[in-house]
Antibody, heavy 120, light 107 residues
Framework: EVRLMESGGGLVQPGGSLRLSCEVS????????MSWVRQAPGKGLEWVAN????????YYVDSVKGRFTISRDNAKNSLDLQMNSLRVEDTAVYYC?????????????WGQGTTVTVSS | DIQMTQSPSTLSASVGDRVTITCRAS??????LAWYQQRPGKAPKLLIY???SLQSGVPSRFSGSGSGTEFTLTISSLQPDDFATYYC?????????FGQGTKVEIK
């Protein structure tokens, strides 16, 4: 069974840092791009970042560039999102998702999400 | 940056209705357009990819069409499970952009 499980969410003060992790199983992790997507309370989906199969390319939405860093460890089947200089507007449920592998479809498997709250 | 505009934002319909949701892109996507369904408190579910390809396990009442900058998701006969929010996704480049969502409500 293909599974993604996020962890690391919590309450943090503005300006603080948090590291999210996503553990995957049931598929060849090293064959897929991976993405992070977030959803603020009562709002729509926002793609945050993605990373190429070997980690050599990374892309970010403008609002997190310079603050967030996506990384992966193919030996451990894990994906991370390091979030620094957090802002109130970063409050959201963060999902990791399996992304492109050349077969034509984008994010097709998602985790259950982890909640990040940025508040003083 | 590409802008994705969905319409309508909210749609009221009854079970059995045919429903169409539109997504317009600010530039051509070359068919790299997907549709997702999201129920409250749940992760999104991929329905359609590459404009019109049905994801495995998705009922055939869902279909996608379009080209260039205008795309549609059609539900041929709305079922109780289909009351949810739907999002389009541009993935023609390495980054991704979602539409703002269309909530399908019970009439």
């Amino acid at each position: 069974e293909v599974r993604l499980m996020e962890s690391g969410g919590g309450l943090v003060q503005p300006g603080g840092s948090l590291r999210l992790s996503c553990e995957v199983s049931g598929f060849t992790f090293s064959s897929y791009w991976m993405s992070w997507v977030r959803q603020a309370p009562g709002k729509g989906l926002e793609w945050v970042a993605n990373i190429k199969v070997d980690g050599s390319e990374k892309y970010y939405v403008d609002s997190v560039k310079g603050r967030f860093t996506i990384s992966r460890d193919n030996a451990k089947n894990s994906l991370d999102l390091q979030m620094n200089s957090l802002r109130v507007e970063d409050t959201a449920v963060y999902y990791c998702a399996r992304d492109w592998n050349g077969s034509g479809h984008p994010m097709d498997v998602w985790g259950q999400g982890t909640t990040v709250t940025v508040s003083s | 940056d590409i802008q994705m505009t969905q319409s309508p934002s909210t749609l009221s319909a009854s079970v059995g209705d045919r429903v169409t949701i539109t997504c317009r892109a600010s530039q051509t996507l070359n068919s790299w357009l997907a549709w997702y369904q999201q129920r409250p408190g749940k992760a999104p579910k991929l329905l359609i990819y590459k404009t019109s390809s049905l994801q495995s396990g998705v009922p055939s009442r869902f279909s996608g069409s379009g080209s260039g900058t205008e795309f549609t998701l059609t539900i041929s006969s709305l079922q109780p499970d289909d009351f949810a929010t739907y999002y389009c996704l541009d993935y023609h480049s390495y980054s991704r952009t979602f539409g703002q969502g269309t909530k399908v409500e019970i009439k």
